[in-house]
């Protein structure tokens, strides 16, 4: 009975460590959704406290993990299973130059998931609780899209493949950069979000002009950070974090920056 309970816990802890289907860990999603709400505005603000009501919230930050947590919930089986492949991108380890029928067949990657909960959310005629689902997916996506690994390589699935040594222990490089990182600044979500907030307007990178694709170009910018951010020696250090953890910050200020304008246009008028 205890191997075969243990053999069962293994197994779940494959499940939850199952690469390609991490993401900001829920710190980070927690911050972009924060600093986001922070930069809504008042018509904004009012549809998202509406939709979220039936959550007992008013925080984007309490719903921002919600399409990852779904992954441990059966009764969510078949939504999880048909959205788990909309958190990311992988690119081919040629180029970042985002190429739909390439890199997202059959509109299966993180561009199309925000294209596609986008249009629910901003659609009017759709119910209360279509709309609600739809806000978790776009305030959850558009953080992952900003991490850069959720634009990383095919071949070693976003850095799932590529392990690491942390704080004496082994781990891989997605995971450093959904949680490891941000963790080491030892603060609680709401705690971050007040000091990056503090920090003032973060600036964007300009518009790619023949893309003319917001969402695809987040992703490409990911794909570039993530091709530079490979430790030596596949050892994370001070060094390490001390350059690194600076990106990541920007990209979360980025993606809360980015998620207010997508809501202020989606709901805000
Ligand atoms: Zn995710």
């Known amino acids: ?44 603000e009012a549809v998202v406290e509406r939709l979220l009501a039936p959550e007992h919230t008013r925080s984007l930050a309490d719903i921002a993990s919600w399409p990852d947590e779904i992954r441990n919930d059966p009764r ?3 939504l999880w299973n048909t959205t788990r492949g909309l958190h990311y991108v992988d690119f ?6 985002y190429q739909p029928p390439r890199d997202c067949r059959d509109g299966v990657c993180v561009v199309a998931g ?14 209360d609780a279509v709309r609600l689902e739809a806000l978790k997916f776009v305030v959850h996506f558009i953080g992952d899209e900003h991490q850069p690994l959720h634009g990383g390589s095919r071949d070693d699935k976003g850095g799932n493949a590529y392990q690491v040594q942390f ?5 891989n490089l997605h995971s450093v950069w ?7 600044r030892g603060l609680e979500w709401k705690a971050y979000a007040d000091e990056l907030d503090a920090r003032g307007p973060v600036e964007l990178p300009p518009r790619i002009p023949p893309l ?38 920007l990209r979360l200020r980025q993606a809360g920056r980015r998620l207010a304008d997508v809501l202020n246009v989606t709901l805000g008028h």
């Open 76 to 78: 969510q089986a078949e």
């Open 1 to 44: 009975m205890a191997s075969l309970r243990r053999s069962a816990a293994a197994v779940l802890i494959c499940l939850a460590l199952a690469p390609g289907v991490q993401a900001w860990g829920p710190l980070g999603h927690s911050v972009v959704a924060d600093l986001a709400q922070r930069q809504l505005n008042p018509t904004a």
């Open 212 to 249: 003319d694709n917001d969402y695809a170009q987040w992703a490409e910018e990911s794909c570039a950070i993530s091709r530079d951010i490979y430790p030596d020696g596949h050892k994370i250090d001070q060094t390490y974090v001390d350059k690194e953890l600076p990106v990541a910050e």
């Open 114 to 127: 925000i294209d596609h909960y986008v249009k629910v959310l901003g659609d009017k005629g759709q119910p």
């Open 178 to 184: 959904d949680s490891g990182l941000l963790k080491t």
């Open 92 to 97: 081919t380890s040629g180029d970042c130059d």
């Open 167 to 171: 704080n004496g222990k082994g781990t």
